[in-house]
């Protein structure tokens, strides 16, 4: 949890390309947001780890809309990619955010699980609004992280064999 709007998501964005430089295998999503000057809200974009495509997750409902513009399709779309690279192995999972539809029990989640079973450290972005849900969903499980870049990394470094610390980073 970070406390600027879109500071998590360059903070997880940042962490993702670190790590894929000194070679782990991060799966998962990470999201762009791009602002839209005198159009509304940003264009919100998840790119899929390790090389996957990016999706436009957000759909333009015009500058007066209030509502949830997540769409529901292109999530589960980037659900289904994130769950088949997971299969192929990761030393980490990567989520942008534990969101309303996680909270709702869809999502994320069963991709989240089954890397937990697989024993692959999750990282998962956080806001205020779904922390409840995320605090039942992990029971006990989680831990909070300072949303700093290297405290992420040391976290991580945490779960890495000893030759895998020691790499240039």
Do not use: Y
């Amino acid at each position: 949890m970070a406390p600027g709007r879109g500071d998590t998501d360059l903070t997880l964005e940042q962490l993702a390309a670190e790590l894929a430089s000194r070679g782990l295998r991060c799966c998962g999503t990470v999201q762009i947001n791009t602002k839209r000057p005198g159009a509304g809200p940003c264009d919100m974009d998840v790119r899929v780890l390790p090389d996957g495509p990016v999706l436009r997750i957000s759909q333009n409902l015009g500058p007066s809309a209030r509502g949830c513009r997540l769409d529901p399709a292109a999530l589960e779309t980037a659900v289904g990619l994130v769950e088949a690279s997971l299969s192929l192995g990761a030393d980490l999972l990567i989520i942008n955010k534990f969101g309303k539809h996680e909270a709702a029990g869809r999502g994320f989640r069963d991709v989240i699980a089954q890397a937990v079973a697989m024993g692959v450290p999750v990282l998962v972005g956080l806001n205020t609004l779904n922390r409840e849900a995320f605090e039942s969903f992990a029971d006990g499980m989680a831990i909070q992280l300072p949303p700093e870049c290297a405290a992420l990394q040391d976290w991580v470094g945490d779960f890495l064999p000893a030759a895998e610390r020691t790499m240039p980073g």
